[in-house]
């Protein structure tokens, strides 16, 4: 008799030892602040840079599952639902929000949320953007990591030119639902027009727009053609080096993703390096810093990558003087 009762209490005493940390666990789990991450464009194309945001808050001692949730939100490409998407994190009351895939995202957070703090990774100049006051004194619950795609621009048709001198119309592509590309667009035909050269403005917004979009460059007789930096090109950006290289147009790129992937030259900042920044501002935000006191952070480096290979298919000699200035040849 005592040996039954002995053996219905230890069974009595593991099954509560196994029920408690289960309990626990979803008391932690219920406790865990919730990190919503907003993005205009899909998560397959982007698992390189969430790796690298994954590496931004566990630099900051977060990870998912752990310490801390993430309610994922993706455009897939479709920029007008961004706005429910960023009312729906609001509703939810996440902790913070990482506005990613450029300003079209940030704006859509900004406008959903004045309480929330709101961190975007934009190209366009977020001051000029209205989405912060000042770099240093952002002010409000909004604050990032600026790319400067917009301000290299005109680097990059300097750089592009240098490969191809000879090129008088040139065009550039855009994604006529992105309010930052077509100001891009307007401010680059300004330029062009300085130096004496034509630009013609090419529009896509899905996928199916992109071959029609070269069609109509080939038959226009363009000579160069400059990608904006649009989050759902980037997201596609395999199709587009495939594409140019298809309709022999040397291209200039804004992200190393293109020239890794075939492209002929691409020049900016990394964007892994901006997730993983944003990551590690997260992690402020969950240690109680406010965003109106962390400055907008600006990129260190600026990388020049050159494709030998898609210079020569496209019978291009690459000037040494250019070979000298390039971060990384692909050969």
């Known amino acids: 008799m005592f040996d039954m009762r002995r053996r219905e209490f230890i069974t009595l005493l593991g099954g509560a030892a196994v029920a408690w940390p289960i309990e626990a666990w979803a008391q932690q789990a219920a406790m865990m602040p919730v990190i919503g991450l907003l993005n205009s464009a899909s998560p397959g194309p982007f698992a390189l840079l969430l790796a690298a945001f994954h590496q931004g808050l566990k630099d900051g001692g977060y990870v998912e599952g752990r310490n801390v949730t993430i309610e994922y939100r993706w455009a897939e490409g479709h920029y007008d639902r961004l706005p429910a998407l960023a009312e729906d994190l609001v509703r939810r009351q996440v902790t913070v929000i990482a506005a990613t895939g450029g300003t079209v995202t940030a704006r859509a957070a900004k406008t959903a ?176 810093d406010k965003p109106a006191e962390l400055p907008v952070q600006n990129p260190t480096k600026f990388d020049l990558l050159i494709n030998l290979k898609a210079a020569k298919a496209l019978g291009l000699e690459v000037p040494p003087t250019l070979l000298a200035r390039a971060d990384e040849v692909i050969e």
Do not use: C
């Open 113 to 288: 949320t004045t309480t929330i703090p709101v961190l975007f990774i934009g190209g366009a100049d977020p001051v000029g953007e209205g989405l912060v006051s000042s770099f240093n004194r952002p002010g409000g619950n909004v604050t990032g990591v600026s790319t400067y795609t917009s301000e290299l621009g005109p680097k990059r048709l300097e750089l592009l030119r240098e490969l191809v001198p000879k090129a008088t119309k040139i065009a550039m592509l855009v994604n006529s639902e992105n309010i930052a590309d077509r100001q891009d667009a307007q401010d680059m035909e300004a330029a062009m027009q300085a130096a004496g050269l034509l630009l013609l403005t090419l529009r896509a917004r899905v996928e199916t727009e992109f071959e029609p979009a070269f069609v109509s460059a080939s038959q226009q007789g363009v000579q160069a053609l400059l990608v904006s930096a649009d989050p759902f090109f980037n997201s596609r950006h395999a199709q587009l080096v495939a594409l140019a290289a298809r309709y022999a147009v040397p291209a200039a790129y804004p992200w190393s993703e293109y020239a890794k992937a075939g492209g002929l030259m691409s020049y900016g900042a990394s964007l892994p390096g901006a997730y993983r920044q944003i990551g590690q501002y997260v992690t402020r935000i969950l240690k109680g």
